[in-house]
T-cell receptor, first 117, second 115 residues
Framework: AQKVTQAQTEISVVEKEDVTLDCVYETRDTTYYLFWYKQPPSGELVFLIRRNSFDEQNEISGRYSWNFQKSTSSFNFTITASQVVDSAVYFCALRNVVTGGGNKLTFGTGTQLKVEL | NAGVMQNPRHLVRRRGQEARLRCSPMKGHSHVYWYRQLPEEGLKFMVYLQKENIIDESGMPKERFSAEFPKEGPSILRIQQVVRGDSAAYFC?????????????FGEGSWLTVV
């Protein structure tokens, strides 16, 4: 069974601070995909990144960066110089590669990020 | 490029009524997924469909819930005889094929309130 844990329920930071959102996953599969989605107050789900289990290279996209560590089953997300517009709920998700069951996303419970002035 | 389109965005139903939620996948996508987000919770998988086929409905409640994705037209999630516990956000998503490596894109969600 797959499981995604986002232990931080809510984080509050002041604008321009860096913040890291933690994600720990469990899976028996050797091949899988990890995702991060953002859910702003308006409610839609916005895709941020997809990473496969064979690619442990960290990725940076503007103020966003992701640290994938297979050894600790973690896929953490860092926002540098946070802004008020970053305020949202962020979900980490896992998708396994198994015939007949390889298309479900298993989501964590989300981390509510509040960025204040 | 239109994204995944869901309607209605907000729906209010009285207990016992039926709710129908519609989803048009992104252009070129033939695979549709429905997820439910209960208040203060993450998203839970409900069902995965291809055109005219249900591939995986392991997350669907056994009663009152059904889903279809006909050859023509949008996918529909139907909830019969709604109860207060059905109040949630229902998200539709689509992908170009069933390969696990493909990104799943979500719609804006349909918020169902049962009064």
């Amino acid at each position: 069974a797959q499981k995604v844990t986002q232990a931080q329920t809510e984080i509050s930071v002041v604008e321009k601070e860096d913040v890291t959102l933690d994600c720990v996953y469990e899976t028996r599969d050797t091949t899988y995909y990890l995702f991060w989605y953002k859910q702003p107050p308006s409610g839609e789900l916005v895709f941020l990144i997809r990473r496969n289990s064979f690619d442990e290279q960290n990725e940076i996209s503007g103020r966003y960066s992701w640290n994938f560590q297979k050894s600790t089953s973690s896929f953490n997300f860092t926002i540098t110089a946070s802004q008020v517009v970053d305020s949202a709920v962020y979900f980490c998700a896992l998708r396994n590669v198994v015939t007949g069951g390889g298309n479900k996303l298993t989501f964590g419970t989300g981390t509510q990020l509040k960025v204040e002035l | 490029n239109a994204g995944v389109m869901q309607n209605p965005r907000h729906l209010v139903r009285r207990r016992g009524q039926e709710a129908r939620l519609r989803c048009s996948p992104m252009k070129g996508h033939s695979h549709v997924y429905w997820y439910r987000q209960l208040p203060e919770e993450g998203l839970k998988f409900m069902v995965y469909l291809q055109k005219e086929n249900i591939i995986d409905e392991s997350g669907m409640p056994k009663e009152r819930f059904s889903a279809e994705f006909p050859k023509e037209g949008p996918s529909i999630l139907r909830i019969q005889q709604v109860v207060r516990g059905d109040s949630a956000a229902y998200f539709c998503a689509s992908s170009p094929e069933g390969g696990s490596g493909n990104t799943i894109y979500f719609g804006e969600g349909s918020w169902l309130t049962v009064v």
